[in-house]
C-alpha cells in the first residue's frame, strides 16, 4: 500500500524557514514525479514546487522562486521541501503528493493521484 505522510509544518515568524517532509512507504519515490502543493482559507490548492521521476527536472512556481529548494533522499524514501524568507502569504495546509512511474516532467498536475494528509505552516508575527 503507498502511503504518504507529511511533517515539519509549524508556526514560523516572517522571515523564517521551514523544512517539510513527506515520507513514503509502499514504493521507491525516486521513480515517481513528486509534488508539493498548498491550500489556503478561500483558495485554490496550487502546485508550490515538484520534482521530476530519477530527478529529471525540477518546477517552482513564480511565487516562490528563489525561497524553496525540493529534494528527495532515496536511500530514506523521503521529500523535502525547504523553505526560507517566509511571508505571511506562504501560510496554508502543504500537500505532498505522487504521480506516475517514470514520469520525467513533473509540471503535469493530472499525473499526481497519491496524496498525504497535509501539514500546515503558519507564517505570522
Known amino acids: 500500500q503507498l502511503t504518504l505522510v507529511e511533517s515539519g509544518g509549524d508556526v514560523v515568524q516572517p522571515g523564517g524557514s521551514l523544512r517539510l517532509t513527506c515520507a513514503a512507504t509502499?514504493?521507491?519515490?525516486?521513480?515517481?514525479?513528486v509534488g508539493w502543493f498548498r491550500e489556503a482559507p478561500g483558495r485554490e490548492r496550487e502546485m508550490v514546487s515538484c520534482?521530476?521521476?530519477?530527478?529529471?527536472?525540477?518546477w517552482y512556481t513564480e511565487s516562490v522562486q528563489g525561497r524553496v529548494t525540493i529534494s528527495r533522499d532515496s536511500d530514506s524514501n523521503t521529500a523535502y521541501l525547504e523553505m526560507t524568507s517566509l511571508k505571511p502569504e506562504d501560510t496554508a495546509v502543504y500537500y505532498c503528493?505522487?504521480?506516475?512511474?517514470?514520469?520525467?516532467?513533473?509540471?503535469?498536475?493530472?499525473?499526481?493521484?497519491?496524496w498525504g494528509q497535509g501539514t500546515l505552516v503558519t507564517v505570522s508575527s
Open positions: 503528493a505522487v504521480g506516475k512511474f517514470l514520469q520525467k516532467v513533473c509540471e503535469e498536475k493530472a499525473t499526481y493521484s497519491y
Open positions: 520534482i521530476g521521476s530519477q530527478d529529471w527536472n525540477t
Open positions: 509502499g514504493f521507491s519515490i525516486y521513480y515517481y514525479n
